[in-house]
């Protein structure tokens, strides 16, 4: 049996097993418990202590400290310039349901959480604390919810309205999505005719992140050493094929 398939199989399995896999580069984040960013336009929005949402969320990505929290129809926008390039972009969140919001409804009229990316809706869904036979539209997949109609601490004493919390970084609609523009303007707000002040009802973000993938598929990316071996390899492969067949 010839040593030349042999030869070539072992050369392709050295480049990949030296090969990297792309990873996303991260081109945003912020826990809240600084300055805000001059990336966030927060519009009416402060940052809050997030009391009973402390610790909620997985490990290495929980509330803590302080986050960003907003009045229902006040629009948070954080603008991003000079990304890498990239064909997708993720976003990366937690997000905080507060007090008495009225899902779809029709009275209380409904709130519903809105993110408009470069002009272009990507997610619009309504929340519901308030009441329990109220409709919330969201259904969050597996893993997304953290707390469901649990008092979190910025209801008035005796009120019965309650809280959630949510990792919307784990679903999957806001992971990898196509983007290669070399800035983003991302916008969130809740909208409804249901919207209250403060006193009523809120919604408030942590831990924020934006990253952004190269080659927009997770595909094995060789490293230059990579390819530089496996050229070397076809070469001497072709090399020895010569003088085989040489008279």
């Given at each position: 049996?010839?040593?030349?398939?042999?030869?070539?199989?072992?050369?392709?399995?050295?480049?990949?097993?030296?090969?990297?896999?792309?990873?996303?580069?991260?081109?945003?984040?912020?826990?809240?418990?600084?300055?805000?960013?001059?990336?966030?336009?927060?519009?009416?929005?402060?940052?809050?202590?997030?009391?009973?949402?402390?610790?909620?969320?997985?490990?290495?990505?929980?509330?803590?400290?302080?986050?960003?929290?907003?009045?229902?129809?006040n629009t948070v926008?954080?603008?991003?310039?000079?990304?890498?390039?990239?064909?997708?972009?993720?976003?990366?969140?937690?997000?905080?349901?507060?007090?008495?919001?009225?899902?779809?409804?029709?009275?209380?009229?409904?709130?519903?959480?809105?993110?408009?990316?470069?002009?272009?809706?990507?997610?619009?869904?309504?929340?519901?604390?308030?009441?329990?036979?109220?409709?919330?539209?969201?259904?969050?997949?597996?893993?997304?919810?953290?707390?469901?109609?649990?008092?979190?601490?910025?209801?008035?004493?005796?009120?019965?309205?309650?809280?959630?919390?949510?990792?919307?970084?784990?679903?999957?609609?806001?992971?990898?999505?196509?983007?290669?523009?070399?800035?983003?303007?991302?916008?969130?707000?809740?909208?409804?005719?249901?919207?209250?002040?403060?006193?009523?009802?809120?919604?408030?973000?942590?831990?924020?992140?934006?990253?952004?993938?190269?080659?927009?598929?997770?595909?094995?990316?060789?490293?230059?050493?990579?390819?530089?071996?496996?050229?070397?390899?076809?070469?001497?492969?072709?090399?020895?094929?010569?003088r085989k067949v040489?008279?």
């Amino acid at each position: 049996m010839s040593k030349l398939p042999a030869l070539a199989a072992a050369l392709l399995l050295t480049a990949s097993v030296t090969a990297t896999i792309a990873a996303p580069t991260v081109v945003f984040q912020t826990d809240f418990n600084g300055v805000l960013p001059a990336e966030i336009s927060p519009g009416t929005a402060t940052l809050t202590g997030v009391q009973g949402y402390a610790g909620l969320g997985p490990t290495g990505n929980q509330f803590g400290g302080n986050f960003l929290r907003s009045a229902t129809g006040n629009t948070v926008t954080l603008q991003l310039n000079n990304l890498p390039s990239h064909n997708t972009i993720s976003l990366e969140f937690l997000f905080a349901a507060i007090d008495s919001l009225d899902g779809t409804g029709t009275f209380p009229a409904g709130d519903f959480f809105k993110i408009v990316f470069d002009g272009t809706t990507l997610f619009s869904e309504s929340f519901a604390n308030a009441l329990p036979s109220q409709i919330q539209s969201y259904v969050p997949p597996a893993g997304v919810e953290l707390a469901r109609h649990v008092d979190l601490g910025f209801s008035g004493p005796g009120s019965f309205y309650t809280d959630s919390a949510y990792n919307l970084g784990a679903d999957p609609l806001f992971s990898n999505f196509a983007h290669s523009a070399s800035s983003a303007t991302i916008e969130f707000f809740i909208f409804g005719p249901g919207n209250q002040d403060l006193a009523d009802e809120s919604w408030a973000m942590d831990n924020l992140r934006v990253s952004v993938l190269t080659n927009g598929n997770g595909n094995v990316i060789p490293e230059p050493g990579s390819l530089a071996l496996l050229g070397l390899g076809l070469s001497g492969l072709a090399l020895l094929r010569r003088r085989k067949v040489s008279p």
